[in-house]
Nanobody, 123 residues
Framework: QVQLVESGGGLVQAGGSLRLFCATS????????MGWFRQAPGKEREFVAT???????TYYADSVKGRFTISRDNANMVYLQMNALKPEDTAVYYC?????????????????WGQGTQVTVSS
């Protein structure tokens, strides 16, 4: 089965940290660029970060640059380390896979999506 499953979300105070996890179900995803996106109530889906298939290239939205770090291991996991969290970061966070090795911030270029994990940052 083809599946992406996010975890690690929760409630955290502003200034705190969370680490999100994306578990990929097949070895195929190791050939794909991966991305993290988020969607807050009443807002459009927003790009957060992306990483190339090899992990050698990363790209971030300006809103999270310097605070968030995307990474992947040589197994089946993709991570999003989130530091210095702000209330504006509150959203459902989605892991996504693109059928290309190259990074992209465009949601429509990603064909596989997880179910999302809720991140809530309190003030």
């Amino acid at each position: 089965q083809v599946q992406l499953v996010e975890s690690g979300g929760g409630l955290v105070q502003a200034g705190g940290s969370l680490r999100l996890f994306c578990a990929t179900s097949t070895r195929t995803f190791r050939r794909y660029a991966m991305g993290w996106f988020r969607q807050a109530p009443g807002k459009e889906r927003e790009f957060v970060a992306t990483i190339s298939a090899t992990g050698g290239t990363t790209y971030y939205a300006d809103s999270v640059k310097g605070r968030f770090t995307i990474s992947r291991d040589n197994a089946n996991m993709v991570y999003l380390q989130m530091n210095a969290l702000k209330p504006e970061d509150t959203a459902v966070y989605y892991c996504a896979a693109r059928e290309s090795a190259i990074t992209s911030p465009l949601a429509y270029e990603y064909g596989y999506w997880g179910q999302g994990t809720q991140v809530t940052v309190s003030s």
